[in-house]
T-cell receptor
Framework: ETGVTQTPRHLVMGMTNKKSLKCEQH?????MYWYKQSAKKPLELMFV???????ENNSVPSRFSPECPNSSHLFLHLHTLQPEDSALYLC????????????FGPGTRLTVT | SQQGEEDPQALSIQEGENATMNCSYK?????LQWYRQNSGRGLVHLIL?????REKHSGRLRVTLDTSKKSSSLLITASRAADTASYFC??????????????FGSGTQLTVLP
């Protein structure tokens, strides 16, 4: 257990569905991240939140919409996804100003049909 | 192009042998980190080496960093079947603008055979 939880662990959705991924960290960190991990590709940074403010959006399509209501919770809202969006979505957190090591959740395995 | 690239992409060894994985990167870094990922799970931080350090040890792990060659290696000694996982290097560096980012490589898949 790393102190970062993600729900659901698995999600199958159609291209017209709307769903949300949830991440919660119990470490007192103040920066949170969404990554996408596709097979045989490096982790892709999607969004960064520092102190609840979005500081990075790495050219992610608008069908992915992040939300960070407080420093402990992070959501990724999904709508009208494409089959190529099927991947493992990982949430991570860290303490800003530290060594920049990140703590990851177990991920949500998303399949878009 | 990606910052960190691991070599080899896959490595298969017998239990008890040592495993060495290499990472090359392109830009100046603040530090370099190694992570481990079991199949379908999240990444777990293993060890961090700062840009002014050359070698670091943690249990059965030994990490080296050569900033002149922009490369790092991770050595796992006396490997065990439980070490089977993917190993990623990640570079902590300033991206374009003022953002500091952790950039991951594609990973080395290590299989330790009992």
């Amino acid at each position: 257990e790393t102190g970062v939880t993600q729900t659901p662990r698995h999600l199958v959705m159609g291209m017209t569905n709307k769903k949300s991924l949830k991440c919660e960290q119990h470490l007192g960190h103040n920066a949170m991240y969404w990554y996408k991990q596709s097979a045989k590709k490096p982790l892709e940074l999607m969004f960064v939140y520092n102190f609840k403010e979005q500081t990075e959006n790495n050219s992610v399509p608008s069908r992915f919409s992040p939300e960070c209501p407080n420093s402990s919770h992070l959501f990724l809202h999904l709508h009208t996804l494409q089959p190529e969006d099927s991947a493992l979505y990982l949430c991570a957190s860290r303490m800003a100003g530290g060594n920049y090591e990140q703590y990851f959740g177990p991920g949500t395995r998303l399949t878009v049909t | 192009s990606q910052q960190g690239e691991e070599d080899p992409q896959a490595l298969s060894i017998q239990e008890g042998e040592n495993a060495t994985m290499n990472c090359s990167y392109k830009t100046s870094i603040n530090n370099l980190q190694w992570y481990r990922q079991n199949s379908g799970r999240g990444l777990v931080h293993l060890i961090l080496i700062r840009s002014n350090e050359r070698e670091k040890h943690s249990g059965r792990l030994r990490v080296t960093l050569d900033t002149s060659k922009k490369s790092s290696s991770l050595l796992i000694t006396a490997s065990r079947a439980a070490d089977t996982a993917s190993y990623f290097c990640a570079t902590d560096a300033w991206s374009s603008g003022s953002a500091r980012q952790l950039t991951f490589g594609s990973g080395t898949q290590l299989t330790v055979l009992p």
